[in-house]
């Protein structure tokens, strides 16, 4: 692998690492990012750290406030009810793109994961099913063959997740919004493209319902 090869997989390691401290609060809403700490927490350089954390601002994760330094952005009402007002209309786009354009490669991977589900006992078990969840939201953006769409998804679905987290004490029906995909997958596999969007709409507002 060439330098620039390295450096790029180093940023984008620095950035799934970032990311996932700031979705799952390890890195709380309003902390202050030291980026000094982190470099010697995950034992990479200034470069890939600072790229990450430039990438991570520009997906609303993090805030740079000039002469002060980055912070975790906080967690607005306002921004949640944004948040799904997008969500909304462009996953339920997916879904319909997913249902004209996916393969039975991609449904076979999705009834998979929905072939056996855990139970909702505890907590470990709702993190369990959220990530089949988001696995799922992954298989249809990556079906929809729009990188434009994915993108945007991807962002928004982080914000969401986090939100998730935020909330979780208060999260009671995490198995309900997986079982919704079963019939979304079946609606996909039917290239049933109105179907599959209705539903998905419906999912989405159902898991705005729960963080609310």
């Known amino acids: 692998m060439n330098r620039n090869g390295l450096q790029i997989s180093l940023s984008q390691q620095a950035y799934k690492l970032i990311r996932h401290k700031i979705v799952t609060l390890e890195l709380e809403p309003g902390a202050v ?16 750290i600072r790229e990450a954390l430039q990438r991570l601002a520009l997906e609303k994760l993090v805030s740079i406030v000039p002469r002060r330094g980055m912070f975790v952005t906080e967690i607005g009402i306002t921004d949640l009810q944004r948040l799904f007002e997008m969500r909304v209309v462009l996953e339920s786009k997916a879904a319909e793109l997913a249902a004209l354009r996916g393969t039975a490669a991609h449904w ?6 929905l072939d056996d589900l855990p139970e909702p006992t ?18 249809i953006y990556d079906a929809a063959d729009n990188e434009f769409l994915t993108d945007t998804l991807n962002m ?5 997740l986090r939100l998730w987290h935020f909330s979780l004490a208060n ?18 596999q039917a290239k049933d493209a109105e179907q599959a969007a209705a539903l998905m709409g419906k999912h989405v507002q159902h898991f705005q319902t729960e963080i609310q």
């Open 108 to 113: 076979a991977e999705m009834a998979e994961l």
């Open 171 to 188: 999260v009671a029906d995490m198995e309900g919004a997986v079982i919704e995909h079963q019939r979304i997958l079946a609606a996909l």
């Open 122 to 139: 505890d907590l470990a078990n709702n993190i369990a099913l959220m990530e089949i969840d988001e696995t799922c939201h992954r298989i």
């Open 33 to 48: 990012i030291d980026e000094a700490e982190l470099r010697g927490e995950l034992g990479l350089g200034r470069t890939p």
């Open 156 to 160: 928004l679905f982080a914000l969401s």
